[in-house]
């Protein structure tokens, strides 16, 4: 597809009230882009609208649960108000799920990254791609992570979710080849968020996460880093089907000759599931 840099875009981000999303939506009202974002919860998007505000642009944004699809036809009407085409839309948002032994894990928290990951993903996917089919045109970018390539074991939630996600983005790509819709997935790599800096655990692995505080210190980026990278996406030469990812190399290698300071990890426990013996 053609560069769209020289056009005012109309771009849905979800999860998009902090951390990657948020530096996503803020690098591209400043470059003039129209943005919807939005989050589970209201608050949040109050939140972030005022501090954009605060900072000199406007978005729009509303709450919503992307695994309802009641909410996910609302986002677009919004978008879409005035008789706009949108012009491309961000799947990014996602939960990281529990760290521990997968017949450990409660079946409530992997339902519920279910629900999120893959549910939320594939609602407001097949609903952009609507939206593109009927307009003519359109960008769809879903944001990917650890294990969308290879199994990690005790992370038997997340890790399948994002080669779900990769699986499910591709297919649609191929799909799409002969129209003017561009379907791709976007790694950002290590990033300091509350997705990745807030971690859950079952009590018992505690040591899987020893040093990830290390690990973050110096290969995770802040957000703006691979959230720049993924607007530059959004607007640039997309080409359908490809997998794009945020620069890690040379980041990487600044923070080996200056190392950034120390990066705090905040850890909850949770008490392991029961064996299915002891069950009423």
Known sequence: MSSLQNKRMNIVITGS??????????????????VTISSESGADVTKALERLETAGVQARGMRCDISC????????????????????????AGIAGVTGRTDQLHTDDLMRLIDVNIKGTCLCSVHALWAFQMQGHGRLLNVVGRGEKSPVPFSNSYGP??????????????????????????????????LTLGVRVTRGHEHRVRYLAAVQRFLGNEPEIP????????????RNGKAYRAPALRPALRRLLSPPPPVEISMRIVEPETDYRQRP
């Open 227 to 238: 959230g720049n990278a993924m607007a530059k996406v959004i607007t640039g030469p997309m």
């Open 17 to 34: 009230t902090r951390g990657l999303g948020f530096a996503t939506a803020t690098r591209l009202l400043f470059e003039g882009h129209r």
């Open 69 to 92: 699809e009641d909410d996910v036809r609302a986002l677009l009407d919004l978008a879409r108000e005035g008789g706009r085409d949108v012009d491309a839309w961000v799947n990014n």
């Open 161 to 194: 979710s994002k080669t779900w996600i990769r699986s499910f983005t591709l297919a649609m790509a191929r799909e799409v080849k002969d129209s003017k819709i561009a379907v791709c997935t976007f790694q950002p790599g290590l990033v300091h968020t509350q």
